[in-house]
């Protein structure tokens, strides 16, 4: 596995847990601590991971209403943690990593969501990340 999917994989995971424990708001030095105390990642993945997390909690409004934009009738309190985390994750980058193709973000996370949530995940982030990926503007 890439560093990139690994640290997309512990951004995920860590977010999961914020989400479930705390809910929005800001990340405690002692909640990243032993986040990382039971997670392994090698370093360069865990700094990239950092980054993710960091930026997504910084900009969670902005990603969120994103996400209800493109989820009609959808509240994110009825998405799953994981899914809702996934994508969460890839909104960012949209908006944030403009040197990786909105493409390969997708398939990232579809990846992501393949392997950590239910059988209809996969589908579900696909859909919305794309919709998402068409309401934003071109990338530069």
């Not at 405690?28 to 039971?38: A, H, M």
């Not at 997390?53 to 493109?70: M, N, S, Y």
């Not at 309190?77 to 997708?106: G, H």
Request: with cysteine.
């Amino acid at each position: 596995m890439g560093l990139r999917r690994e640290g997309r994989e512990a951004a995920v995971q860590f977010l999961f847990a914020h989400d479930l424990h705390l809910g929005a708001g800001s990340i405690s030095d002692d909640e990243r601590e032993g986040f990382w105390d039971i997670h392994s990642a090698r370093r360069g993945a865990r700094g990239f991971a950092e980054n993710l997390v960091k930026g997504v909690v910084q900009r969670l409004k902005e990603i969120d209403q994103h996400i209800v934009a493109a989820t009609d009738n959808f509240s994110l309190e009825r998405m799953a943690s994981v899914d809702r985390n996934i994508i969460r994750l890839a909104v960012y980058e949209f908006l944030a990593c403009t040197d990786v193709p909105r493409a390969v973000v997708i398939n990232e996370a579809i990846e992501i969501a393949k392997k950590y949530a239910t059988a209809e995940s996969a589908s579900f982030v696909n859909g919305v990340l794309d919709r998402i990926s068409k309401n934003l503007p071109s990338a530069s």
